[in-house]
């Protein structure tokens, strides 16, 4: 079903540019996008997530859980997370890897000042090697068929 998928969309002028996500040019998500290349951006009301800084977080919801705090001229943030540089390396990679252009090398080095190449070569190569991932000089994306098994290939980068 995905195949048909892939290649329907192709034909009706609806471009792959994630992995669950097609759009005509022009018209991506811009939110999706900054999900997916592991920028920051705040949320927002009952139950929404960020990502700012060094911490990612949730807010209390529903409603009535997320206007209590806030009474008492308080955050109504419910949970947050402390990301380590290793972590953030590590979601940078199966965040990235749903678009379809991939984890952009020089991106990465100016982002994390360690070469993409070298920090995961050994899940590079063994996801090359099954022929889910693609590596070039700019960019680690998946394959046509490494998009079948996505999940797959991320978790060999944690």
């Known amino acids: 079903m995905y195949d048909l998928l892939l290649n329907e969309m192709e034909k009706h002028g609806r471009k ?10 022009g018209f991506q998500s811009k939110h999706n996008i900054t999900y997916w290349s592991n920028e920051h951006y705040y949320g ?10 060094d911490t990612r977080y949730s807010n209390f919801g529903p409603i ?3 206007m209590e705090p806030l009474q008492e001229n308080k955050l109504p943030t419910f949970q947050q997370k402390e990301i380590t540089l290793k972590e953030k ?13 991939g984890v952009n090398k020089s991106h990465f080095k100016q ?5 993409l190449d ?6 590079i190569q063994k996801t090359m090697a099954k022929g889910w991932l693609e590596n070039n000089e700019e960019n680690v994306a ?9 999940n797959n290939v991320f978790q060999e980068f944690l």
């Open 16 to 25: 792959q540019y994630e992995i669950s996500n097609f759009a005509k040019e």
């Open 44 to 53: 927002f009301g009952a139950g929404a997530h960020g990502y700012v800084g």
């Open 64 to 66: 009535k859980k997320y």
């Open 89 to 101: 390396m590590e979601e940078e990679m199966f965040l990235g890897l749903r678009k379809v252009d």
């Open 111 to 115: 982002k994390f000042g360690q070469d």
């Open 118 to 123: 070298t920090t995961f070569a050994h899940a």
């Open 142 to 150: 998946l394959t046509r068929s490494g998009r079948f098994l996505g």
